[in-house]
């Protein structure tokens, strides 16, 4: 599947036969706690820090029009934002996963982003971009 952009996503998920929740993690950049002089030069130049979970939602594939609805709900929802991290979840027998299974999964989530394991997630920037990230 090619993803050039976060409407290919929501393209995708509706195109599947199970129906999809999707879920997000809106992060944003901070120092850590332990930041070096060096550190927060180069973060108060615009680089370095790391990323930390600001805000969560899920999303059913057929209530999210495009990326600038969820962009803009984002804003009034919640602070600002550097990158939004997604992730789709399969329901079963053509029936939505439950609300204890994306509460877990957006869990696991954020506690990824927490530890650098983003391996598995689809990082969007704030125009809908994939980002690529080291």
Not at 16 to 36: D, H, R, S, Y
Not at 96 to 112: K, N, R, W, Y
């Amino acid at each position: 599947m090619d993803i050039q952009h976060f409407d290919d996503l929501l393209r995708a998920a509706r195109a599947m036969p199970e129906p999809q929740q999707l879920l997000f993690v809106f992060a944003g950049a901070e120092l850590p706690a332990n930041a070096t002089a060096q550190q927060r030069a180069d973060f108060d130049a615009g680089e370095g820090g790391e990323l930390a979970p600001l805000m969560c939602v899920d999303k059913s594939a057929t209530e999210l029009a495009s990326f600038d609805a969820l962009a803009v709900e984002a804003a009034v929802a919640g602070p600002p934002w550097a990158i939004v991290f997604s992730a789709a979840l399969a329901g079963r027998a053509s029936a939505p996963p439950t609300a204890g299974e994306i509460d877990a999964a957006l869990q696991h989530m954020v506690e990824s982003i927490k530890s650098g394991r983003i391996e598995a997630l689809l990082p969007f920037d704030r125009s809908g971009l994939p980002v690529q990230l080291a």
